[in-house]
């Protein structure tokens, strides 16, 4: 059985989105605004309420990828940490709102990312002489993402799919 989100669970909503063993009760409105995959799979649920007298939409998505991702939707995305502790939210973030072609929102998180990854060859001289010490060792720095990091979010947005292309940056 199914529990509910109670931090994305509006009185007032009118469509359950189940995803895992979550469901969330928001509003169509809102979400077809925003994405048109969501507008469309919207239009195609049957309307015989099946939770909450409400009629549901079942996503195959990870439902904490989905909270993060109705979360972005109704506050914004102040709540993301550019940092390491911040990537799986981050990384599943980016997932929903690509697949879901949220492309304000994308593009938002994608200009947040890109202050911690530079998209000059100065910027990335610069930001690497910054953690790098006097006697040539390479130090990470817990708030600026690992360089991995930015070869697995690279693959996460499947970046020769159109909607992905970006300048190359140095380093990934």
């Known amino acids: 059985m199914a529990s509910k989100n109670t931090d994305l669970y509006f009185n007032d909503g009118n469509i359950v989105l189940l995803a895992g063993m979550s469901y969330f ?3 169509q ?3 077809a605004r925003h994405s048109e995959v969501l507008n469309e799979l919207i239009r195609s649920v049957d309307n015989t309420p099946t939770l909450e007298d409400r009629p549901v939409l079942t996503l195959p998505d990870p439902s904490t990828d989905i909270a993060h991702f109705l979360k972005a939707m109704y506050d914004g995305i102040s709540f993301i940490t550019y ?3 911040g990537f799986s939210t981050l990384s599943g973030l980016l997932r929903m709102l690509t697949k879901y072609k949220v492309h304000h929102l994308r593009n938002d998180v994608l200009r947040g990312l890109s202050n911690y990854w530079p998209t000059t060859l100065t910027q990335w001289d610069a930001r ?6 006097r006697d040539g060792t390479y ?3 817990d708030s600026l993402p690992h360089p991995m990091l930015a070869e697995l979010t690279d693959y996460l947005l499947n970046i020769d799919h159109p909607l ?3 300048n190359h940056q140095p380093g990934s």
């Open 25 to 27: 009760l928001v509003h």
């Open 29 to 31: 409105g809102l979400l």
């Open 83 to 85: 940092d390491s502790e």
């Open 128 to 133: 690497e002489s910054s953690m790098t010490r």
């Open 139 to 141: 130090t990470p720095r």
């Open 164 to 166: 992905n292309q970006r």
